[in-house]
């Protein structure tokens, strides 16, 4: 957990990953790499990655957890990757996106 505090609302919170996804873009399909491969981009590709967290907050009476789920997405096109999948990564992503609850793109 990573602990963020606001001095100006005199409030804090926990961020807690929840999951994290990440997809190799490659000839009009997704593939979902394994996590053993998390972090290694390659400048020819493109990949899509989800991000679900949620924000706990701290410094209240409340002990229970009473946050969201939230996403956010990012695409990452590796600056050789041909336009194609540059493309088709957009279109996934805002298929993606369509998942219900709060989410930043």
Not at 9 to 26: A, F, K, M, P, Y
Not at 34 to 58: A, H, N, T
Not at 85 to 100: D, P, Q, R, W, Y
Request: glycine share 6%; net charge neutral.
């Amino acid at each position: 957990m990573i602990l963020r505090y606001d001095l100006i609302e005199n409030r804090g919170h926990d961020i807690q990953t929840i999951s994290l996804n990440v997809w190799h873009i490659n000839d009009n399909d997704r593939h979902e790499l394994p996590k053993s491969s998390y972090g290694q981009f390659y400048s020819d590709e493109v990949y899509i990655i989800r991000w679900k967290y949620k924000l706990i907050p701290i410094g209240t009476e409340r002990k229970v957890d009473i946050s969201r789920d939230r996403v956010a997405y990012w695409i990452w096109q590796g600056i050789n990757a041909n336009l194609n999948e540059k493309g088709i990564s957009a279109i996934m992503n805002v298929f993606l996106t369509e998942e219900k609850g709060a989410h930043v793109c």
